[in-house]
């Protein structure tokens, strides 16, 4: 399974992003694909993942402000992200994980100026 994420910027606080990321290759062998971040001198934290059945899950940080979607082929997942703040600031990154595989697109740049 190949991750190709897209969609980061710059964004006042307050302000919105989507954030995506397009899946390819086994993608019937998904069984959660979600979204995690990695901030400045922070370890890699999870903020949201969605399963094959659609079940969320989702950091108690972003709770009512972050919404994951993806497409019943799993070739897409997205992050509606909304009220942004300046601690959301982070690298982005898409994963998959499948039985035997947890697999990482390239990270995307989220920056939330103050």
């Known amino acids: 399974v190949q991750l190709q994420a897209s969609g980061g910027g710059l964004v006042q606080a307050g302000g919105s992003l989507r954030l995506s990321c397009a899946a390819s290759?086994?993608?019937?062998?998904?069984?959660?694909i979600g979204w995690y971040r990695q901030a400045p001198g922070k370890q890699r934290e999870l903020v949201a993942t969605i399963t094959r059945d659609g079940d969320t899950n989702y950091a108690d940080s972003v709770k009512g402000r972050f919404t994951i979607s993806r497409d019943n082929a799993y070739n897409a997942v997205s992050l509606q992200m909304n009220s942004l703040k300046p601690e959301d600031t982070a690298v982005y990154y898409c994963?998959?994980?499948?039985?035997?595989?947890?697999?990482w697109g390239q990270g995307t740049q989220v920056t939330v100026s103050s």
């Open positions: 290759g086994s993608t019937f062998s998904i069984n959660v």
């Open positions: 994963n998959a994980k499948g039985n035997w595989y947890s697999h």
